[in-house]
């Protein structure tokens, strides 16, 4: 496979790579595992500190819109379940800044580039969460879509980020089942509760086909990072399978998913749909969604807030380390 994106892609062909990258790229070619210690090429760690730096803050700017609800929620059931699914979301945000730290960031640092805009986090994240439907719809679809993107990363080259994968990937099949528990209920209910189920599929649809990023001939990173296995599919490849998952499921709650060309393609094997809107995709991405600010903005409020409790953190590792060495001096 390697061989022949080096032809169609214009990746480094082996007769040009040192000695050191050419074993590197074979032991990625026989699935081996890249370990922490290991030596990597300076792309392969910077791309990995990249993608998983910004799946971290995608886990954690992703409580946002849901953590608006927890105090709404319907009944006592529905918030310890969005409780439980939040706060879950908090834990695979540190899975994810422990694993990137073992390629030699601090999760300082990565939170200083998400704080001054140079590190992205989900472009999902950036749209309103309205109505309660609209939980459901970000359990459904965006967790959906989350899954997707994380079942074949469970296989990625990079040892820490696989393992971390395979544990954030069985917490992400509950918050899916949770999200659609509640379509379930809303689309069963009152018509006007069936209403805000349909609308809140038309809000997160096109939102939803996004966070695949852009379509494969504008993807930048994905040819080097498939040859790193890095990445195991293409952006396309995992939004059609996501749109062949999801099209049944909307007709099983009998909502209509927003695309008047949505067709099964017998010949494909899969739906024809209309593409998201890419302008508006880069916008979003630019800095310029509905929420970007407001979402930034609570982040870097946060961060200020918790600076007290950092400082007391360090005072006290400074006086315990104190104390240890004068007993070690003893
Ligand atoms: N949002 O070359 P491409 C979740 C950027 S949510 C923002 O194809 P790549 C959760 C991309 O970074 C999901 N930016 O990039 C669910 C690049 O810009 P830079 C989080 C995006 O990296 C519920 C440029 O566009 N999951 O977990 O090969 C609750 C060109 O794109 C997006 C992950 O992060 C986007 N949607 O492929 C809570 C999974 N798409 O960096 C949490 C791991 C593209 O050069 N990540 N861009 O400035 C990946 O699999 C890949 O990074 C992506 C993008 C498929 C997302």
Redesign the pocket.
């Known amino acids: 496979m390697y061989a022949q994106l080096v032809k169609t892609e214009g990746l480094k062909a082996a007769e040009d790579m040192t000695p050191q990258e050419r074993a590197f790229q074979e032991r990625i070619d026989r699935n081996e595992k890249i370990e922490p210690k290991e030596w990597m090429p300076d792309g392969y760690r910077k ?1 990995l500190i ?3 730096g ?10 946002l ?2 953590g608006n609800w927890i105090t709404r929620a319907p009944t006592l059931e529905r918030k310890a379940i969005l409780l439980a ?1 939040v706060q879950d ?1 908090a834990g ?2 540190l899975y994810l800044y422990s694993a990137a730290e073992t390629l030699g960031v601090s999760r300082d640092e990565l939170l200083e580039k998400l704080h001054n805009g140079s ?7 950036n749209y309103p969460t309205l109505t309660w439907a609209d939980i459901g719809a ?2 459904w679809l ?2 959906g ?2 899954i997707m ?2 079942v074949p ?1 469970q296989r990625t080259s990079y040892g820490p980020y696989s393992r971390a994968m395979i544990r ?1 990937c069985k917490e ?1 099949s509950f ?1 899916q089942r949770q999200g659609y528990d509640i379509m379930m209920k809303m689309a069963a209910g009152t018509p006007e509760q069936k209403a805000m189920a349909q609308d809140a599929l038309n809000r997160f649809w096109y939102p939803s086909l ?5 379509s ?1 001939k ?5 040819t080097q ?1 498939m040859a790193w296995r ?2 195991m599919n ?2 396309d490849e ?1 939004r059609q399978k996501f749109v062949d998952q999801t099209v049944p499921q909307a007709k099983y709650l009998g909502l209509t998913v927003p695309d008047d060309k949505l067709v099964w393609n017998e010949e494909k094997g899969g739906h024809d749909f209309s593409e998201p809107d890419w302008n508006e ?2 916008a ?2 630019a800095g310029n969604g509905p929420c970007n600010a407001e979402r930034l903005g609570a982040r870097v409020k946060a961060w200020e807030d918790g600076a007290w409790f950092r400082d007391g953190l360090m005072a006290h590792a400074e006086k315990s380390a104190a104390r240890q060495g004068a007993l070690a001096a003893e």
């Open positions: 791309t990249r993608q998983m910004q799946h971290a803050h995608s886990e954690i700017v992703g409580q819109p849901e699914k979301e695979h945000g590190m992205k986090y989900s472009s999902i994240f970000v359990g965006v967790d879509a989350a993107n994380q990363l954030i992400e918050h996004m966070m695949f990023g852009p494969d504008d993807s930048v990173h994905s990072s890095i990445k293409t952006n995992l995709f880069f979003v991405i």
